[in-house]
């Protein structure tokens, strides 16, 4: 993938994630640092030493220097969408951290301000691009997986760096759980189901004394497929835990981690996908492969078949009839947890790299603004359900429901 020599990159937002963004980044052809922008000057000055930028105070005054061509957002997310507005209506291209803001009204902003920009705007959803998910896509698309109809993920994440003062519990800061960390699991659900959920209803509870930490949203999506989704910040950082399971019927695929991994994957089949099946593992390369990300090279698929492992005669489930008597086994390792640092960092070298791509040669980014803006509707409906009590619509502020343009 071939991207525009010499462009300029500008950091706001010096915090932790900031720094990261900029390792994960800063050997991409053609890309260099210009400044490093936050409030707190010094922290500005340690990253812009270390990548060779300017330091700057501001989204305002980064955007006025001439040699920076993409805006980076990596501030607290009530920061998001002013920044963006700034940098798209200044003619930069925005790279933004999720969400991309905190509440509909202001995501909207950003989606309409970006559909006549002539900047390109991403949005970090990282799993858009994790090689084990790709994979899942891929094999709908061939034909090797039933649509899905069933998405559940259970995160068991830790508080133990997140204390009573954190602006992650400020829903004034952060939108909530659905809306700061949920959204990437709403849109990985709407990129495996192919669809845009048309309703939600939102269950939160909080921990005595303190704020809502455990959420759990259950979105139905065109077709009767269900996508249900639980987030819980209550663990000690060596007793997290997440797992996505994946039903489509004649198959299942259970992932691990939140950064997934590793996945296994249960099928049933006949003769003729079995052979497909077994295929698998000399397609790895291929199948695993994604623009900008770089694999560390200990990958692997393996599949077993185990022919005639049920019987001959049709098997029926939800209407639809099938002789499937053969069973697969699917194992998809990136490496499992220890390469979880690896497979986070170049998943966001990938998003970087597709809009780079697109910036140069044309085209939309898989997480683009559209998708930034349907993942908010989501979040938000699912939190205002969870005050209410009921299941509500998904819907954009015109009133158009979501769903209905998938």
């Known amino acids: 993938m071939t991207v525009v020599p010499d462009v300029g990159l500008a950091l706001v937002g010096c915090g932790g994630f900031g720094a990261y963004v900029l390792d994960a980044v800063r050997d991409i052809p053609g890309l260099r640092v210009v400044a490093c922008a936050d409030p707190d000057g010094e922290r500005a000055r340690v990253l812009a030493e270390r990548h060779g930028g300017h330091v700057a105070a501001s989204v305002e005054e980064v955007v006025g220097i001439p040699e920076v061509d993409v805006v980076v957002l990596a501030t607290p997310p009530a920061a998001h969408a002013d920044g963006a507005v700034t940098a798209l209506r200044a003619g930069r291209h925005v790279f933004c951290e999720k969400p991309v803001a905190v509440t509909l009204e202001a995501a909207a902003r950003v989606a309409e301000e970006a559909s006549r920009a002539p900047g390109v705007f991403a949005v970090d959803h990282v799993l858009r691009y994790n090689p084990i998910l790709r994979l899942l896509q891929r094999l709908g698309e061939e034909g090797l997986l039933d649509p899905l109809r069933r998405f559940l993920f259970e995160n068991d994440a830790s508080d133990e760096d997140l204390g009573p003062d954190h602006w992650f519990w400020d829903p004034a800061h952060s939108g909530g759980i659905h809306i700061e960390h949920g959204v990437h699991f709403f849109d990985a659900a709407a990129a495996l189901m192919g669809s845009d959920p048309v309703a939600v209803h939102g269950t939160e509870v909080r921990r005595d004394g303190g704020p809502v930490d455990i959420v759990v949203a259950t979105a139905t999506h065109p077709g009767g497929s269900v996508a ?123 998003a970087m790299t597709d809009l780079l791509h697109c910036a140069a040669h044309g085209g939309t980014p898989v997480a683009d603004a559209r998708a930034g803006l349907t993942a908010v509707a989501v979040a938000e409906a699912a939190t205002r359900s969870a005050e209410s009590g009921r299941t509500l619509p998904v819907t954009v502020p015109s009133g158009t429901s979501v769903g209905a343009s998938a």
């Open 228 to 350: 249900t989704h639980t987030h819980s910040f209550t663990h000690a950082h060596r007793a997290e835990r997440q797992l996505m399971r994946l039903d489509y019927g004649f198959a299942e695929a259970r992932v691990t981690g939140w950064i997934p991994t590793f996945a296994t994957v249960t099928a049933w089949t006949d003769e003729a996908g079995a052979a497909r099946w077994a295929q698998l593992p000399e397609r790895a390369d291929e199948l695993l492969a994604a623009p900008g990300l770089r694999p560390h090279g200990g990958e692997r698929i393996t599949v077993s078949v185990q022919r005639d492992a049920g019987s001959d005669r049709p098997a029926l489930g939800r209407g639809v009839r099938r002789v499937v008597p053969h069973r697969v086994d699917v194992v998809i390792d990136l490496g499992g947890e220890e390469r979880k640092p690896h497979v986070y960092a170049e998943s966001v070298r990938a």
